[in-house]
């Protein structure tokens, strides 16, 4: 254990001394709060069933089954309940208010989704978008229920 740690020690002084970023994965952007059925997240082209506490990213696909309901809250407080036989993606996501990087997408393809605004709706309004395959909904600091049926 001892050789591992000075190891891992060597190759931090290393990245710090020599300016190299460190890798970055993709962006946090919340987390499942409660899921109950079948629930999953897609990630990179794989699907895995989640349950509460899973870490949400950007480029995520939350999706539900036939009994599925999942609920998530993201990094700036907005939340999320999904219904039955529901897919919804976080096509973008920025909450660096500090930076003024304020900035969230997400795309519902189908199912019933409910959406209360968090801090991103009510610093920048115009920042944020849901989008469904007929509509996209400008989100002014609010709370919606939308539904998208596929033809």
């Not at 907005?78 to 219904?83: A, E, I, M, R, V």
């Not at 009510?122 to 469904?132: G, I, N």
Request: charged share 20%; with cysteine; proline share 5%.
């Amino acid at each position: 254990m001892g050789n591992r740690f000075c190891i891992a020690l060597a190759v931090f002084a290393v990245t710090l001394a020599t300016g190299l970023p460190a890798a970055a994965g993709p962006a946090l952007v919340g987390s499942v709060k409660t899921a109950e059925g079948a629930c999953f997240v897609v990630r990179g082209g794989t699907q895995f069933p989640v349950s509460a506490g899973e870490r949400l990213f950007l480029s995520d696909t939350l999706r539900t089954g036939g009994d599925g309901r999942l609920g998530a809250i993201l990094r700036d407080d907005t939340t999320l309940s999904l219904g039955p036989d529901t897919e919804l993606r976080v096509e973008c996501f920025a909450f660096e208010p500090a930076r003024g990087e304020l900035e969230m997408v997400l795309r519902m393809l189908k199912g019933m989704a409910s959406y209360i605004s968090g801090q991103i709706a009510k610093l920048a309004p115009d920042a944020v978008r849901f989008e469904t395959p007929v509509a996209t909904v400008g989100v002014r600091g609010t709370r919606f229920l939308a539904r998208v049926t596929p033809e």
